[in-house]
């Protein structure tokens, strides 16, 4: 993949004595990991902060990426996350033990991914889920033939029927849409703590527990110099790498650019005899509605949505680092709310309903139609308007560089996207992302912020409190 170099960076960059990532999920970790490969950097001090409540547990239970499962594909609309996405599942393939994808940590299960008919633009000019498959499906047999791949390895299901064989479970659930069986699905959990272990072992990071409040600034110098902590204590730095998911928002202004969003998990307990129907099962997924099924392990079978999320606007202790003379920072941030937080907290009943009707489409089985979830999570997405992520420095802030903007499909990523990171901070834009990944404002910034891909389904603009309220009544 070529790289762009930004000159005003790259012929002049000197690499800093100390750089502090705040937030160890992937874009922290990898980034970590990535910098003590450069020599560039090797004189340079690290230092990990996460909030984490737990001494040594990197990153915090809560984090987006600390679940059973996530799905690997390289199956894109877009080329460009296409063929960045193939690169990384060429990590994701090495399964000897001491490599990511070994012990279990990838499965090659296949992806079936599908939508409704229907038109290939809503109303507003955005893409519908159906165009999304229809474009995947295109970049999907492109990146076989580029691999030397047979084309039958992506078969187009283009009627329900043929959806519902393909399958395996013999649900009708989208109307179009195609088999890859070179997808997959990664143990997200276990290869956080396998990365986590590779960063460790350089000896060069340092991590420290603790939750970042603000952004310590030196207004004389335009300068992000540290970051104050809730203890009241401080961490500083020559560069501070703002990486803490969908916690970003908190410290710094992206009310224009990005936005926390909570997408419905649920956990299904299987006998035996399920999973052994269902193990071999590829991905399922309807991008149209983003629910999606991943085979189970362990007699656990998950059930999400790839979805708008619900929103939680809250004020803050401190509001988030903006530019001086601008409009001021906003005085609500919507911020994620977890377990960690309430460990009663279940998703609201409309996330439970809409799941428990997905499976019903999805695997049409009598015994698992009324089964209870034996739990429900809410994972935070940092949701921008085009999926898009957004590395880069900040504009007026010097000292200051942001990684963050996931919009839930940054997971897979994991084994490439820390070098990315590193390009960019040195200058060197991956070109087919120089444009996508810079910092960026909202044309009408009135606008909410609402992921329109073509990936997502549900409603725009549920509020969590005033979803989990319904619960009482």
Request: hydrophobic letters at 40%; a negative charge; proline letters at 7%.
């Amino acid at each position: 993949m070529a790289s762009a170099v930004d000159p005003d960076v790259a012929a002049k960059y000197d690499a800093p004595a100390s750089v502090l990532i705040i937030g160890a999920g992937v874009f922290g970790l990898s980034t970590a990991l990535a910098l003590t490969k450069r020599p560039e950097f090797a004189a340079t001090s690290v230092t990990i902060l996460d909030r984490s409540p737990d001494p040594g547990v990197f990153p915090a239970r809560d984090a987006s990426s600390i679940d059973s499962s996530r799905i690997i594909r390289p199956d894109y609309a877009d080329p460009a996350y296409a063929a960045l996405a193939s690169e990384a599942q060429a990590h994701w393939r090495q399964t000897d033990p001491a490599s990511l994808g070994g012990e279990g940590r990838y499965t090659e299960s296949g992806l079936l991914l599908a939508g409704d008919a229907g038109p290939m633009e809503h109303e507003d000019g955005t893409p519908t889920g159906i165009a999304y498959a229809k474009k995947s499906w295109v970049n999907a047999l492109a990146l076989a033939q580029k691999d030397g791949r047979p084309l039958s390895s992506i078969r187009m299901l283009a009627y329900p029927k043929v959806i519902a064989m393909m399958s395996g479970t013999g649900g009708e659930f989208a109307d179009w849409g195609y088999l890859n069986d070179t997808s997959g699905w990664a143990d997200a959990e276990r290869s956080m703590k396998w990365l986590y272990e590779q960063v460790a072992a350089t000896g060069r990071i340092t991590f420290v527990n603790g939750t970042a409040e603000s952004l310590e600034t030196d207004d004389a110098t335009k300068r992000v110099t540290g970051a104050h902590l809730k203890d009241g204590s401080m961490l500083s730095a020559d560069l501070v790498i703002a990486a803490a998911g969908a916690w970003t928002p908190t410290l710094v202004d992206l009310s224009s650019q990005a936005v926390a969003t909570g997408q419905i998990l649920g956990y299904l307990d299987l006998t035996e005899e399920e999973e052994a129907k269902l193990e071999k099962i590829p991905v399922l997924l309807n991008i149209s509605t983003g629910f999606f099924v991943i085979p189970p392990r362990n007699r656990v079978l998950k059930v999400a949505r790839h979805g708008y999320g619900y929103l939680n606007p809250k004020p803050l202790s401190k509001p988030p680092l903006g530019v001086p003379g601008s409009k001021p920072s906003p005085k609500l941030v919507s911020q994620p709310h977890t377990h960690l937080d309430d460990s009663a907290l279940s998703i609201p009943p409309e996330g439970e309903t809409a799941l428990r009707d997905a499976l019903r489409k999805i695997i049409p089985w009598p015994e698992l139609q009324d089964r209870p979830f034996s739990r429900t999570r809410l994972c935070w997405y940092t949701d921008t308007t085009t999926g898009d992520w957004i590395i880069d420095y900040h504009p007026y802030w010097q000292g200051l560089f942001v990684a963050t903007g996931g919009s839930g499909h940054a997971f897979k990523f994991l084994p490439v996207i820390g070098d990315k990171v590193v390009d960019c901070i040195t200058g060197k834009y991956p070109v087919e992302f120089e444009k996508k990944w810079k910092w960026r404002e909202a044309q009408n910034i009135q606008n909410p912020i609402v992921t329109q891909d073509g990936s997502r389904g549900g409603q725009i603009g549920l509020i969590l409190d005033t979803e989990l309220k319904k619960t009482q009544e």
